[in-house]
């Protein structure tokens, strides 16, 4: 079993709707990361999170230490949003990064 | 801040050549990551920087890749001999000083390699 999984691994919807993406991890962390990856190749890191919740702009990002769990968020989506999101976190024995398989997500208008 | 930058953003050479691919990262920043994605097994971490100094290369393949910052503007990473399963997409990243290892990481464009 991969130490980060994420869901779905690939997502379509229309433009407007709620998105949710889901990262679960069995390691103890001391933070977790989301990324975006364009069509392009471009990575662009969207949050840090070690606790509670972030926002910017339409995305928001929560993580629940306990559960080990977290969510990646986007209200109001648009074609622009299209792009791969990857999960990371860094593992508080060693700093080690482990990566998730990113979810690709499609928004049609 | 013109962000990270990366040179060259594309790169064909043929097997056995060496390949130096550069890294220039946001000024002030002074932790330095290089990364590897291939389709096959996603984004790798090959190897980082803190200080200049390298902390973790763990994530090298092996002795024909080599990596140096030889100041806190500037990093190389070397193959040499090489291979076509080296073919990736290769990517840099900075992050600013802080007490933590892994902090907010800004990626550069990457450089697509392509080794025939």
């Known amino acids: ?109 | 801040d013109a962000g990270v930058i990366q040179s060259p953003r594309h790169e064909v050479t043929e097997m056995g050549q060496e390949v130096t691919l550069r890294c220039k990262p946001i000024s002030g920043h002074n932790s330095l990551f290089w990364y590897r994605q291939t389709m096959m097994r996603g984004l790798e971490l090959l190897i980082y920087f803190n200080n200049n100094v390298p902390i973790d290369d763990s994530g090298m393949p092996e002795d024909r890749f080599s990596a140096k910052m030889p100041n806190a503007s500037f990093s190389t990473l070397k193959i040499q001999p090489s291979e076509p399963r080296d073919s990736a997409v290769y990517f840099c990243a900075s992050s600013s000083p802080t007490l933590e290892i892994y902090n907010e990481q800004f990626f550069g464009p990457g450089t697509r390699l392509t080794v025939l």
């Open chain 1, 1 to 109: 079993k991969n130490e980060v999984e994420q869901s779905p691994q690939n997502l379509t919807a229309q433009e407007g709707e709620f998105i949710t993406i889901n990262c679960s991890y069995s390691v103890g962390i001391s933070a977790l990361h989301w990324l975006q990856q364009h069509p392009g190749g471009g990575i662009v890191s969207l949050f840090m999170l070690s606790s509670g919740k972030k926002k910017h702009g339409r995305l928001i990002a929560t993580i629940n230490i306990q559960e080990k769990h977290s969510s990646l968020h986007i209200t109001a989506s648009h074609p622009r949003d299209s792009a791969v999101y990857i999960c990371a976190v860094v593992r508080d024995s060693n700093y080690q990064l482990i990566w998730g398989a990113g979810t690709k997500l499609i928004i049609k208008p």
